[in-house]
């Protein structure tokens, strides 16, 4: 096997993916933390990162409550692409890149479609016109006044914690 680049090893270092780590903490809570701090293997990180992604698919199941069954089969390919992607990595940084294009794509399905830029010849043009996603579907945000008030209790908290 070829001699991994400095930028591929894992270190014990707590310092080292920090981003991520609290990210990963704030979702799944404090065992991830931990579990990566400071020892985590590539074993480890896969198997945070794939819990990630069944929360996604959870949290898209048990929430979108109005979509075509198209977009549900989209997200539910996406997540399985990189669910098998990850699963293959055989470095930190080949897990992250794969992580990262199946979250970009994410992100793009849930604002409306995933725009086919890669067949334009050319860059793509970042304009309104190019990046407006609304030709295949409309998303709109609701709230209904339990949502509101969960909202406004929520935004109290985060300030009487600042305070």
Known sequence: MQKLLPTEELRYDMSQFY???????????????????????????????NKLLRAIRIAVESTVAIADDEWFAEIDSILELGKSHIASSITVTELFA????????????????????????????????????????TVQYVQNGNQRRTAQGRRDKRAKAQS
């Open 98 to 137: 794969h992580l990262s294009a199946t979250l970009t794509k994410l992100v793009f399905l849930q604002i409306g479609f995933l725009p086919l830029g890669g067949q334009t010849k050319g860059a793509v043009p970042l304009t309104k016109q190019w990046w407006t996603l609304d030709p295949v579907r």
């Open 19 to 49: 981003p991520l780590k609290a990210a990963l903490e704030g979702l799944l809570g404090h065992g991830t933390y931990m579990r990566l701090k400071e020892t985590g293997t590539l074993r480890d990180w896969k198997q945070e990162v």
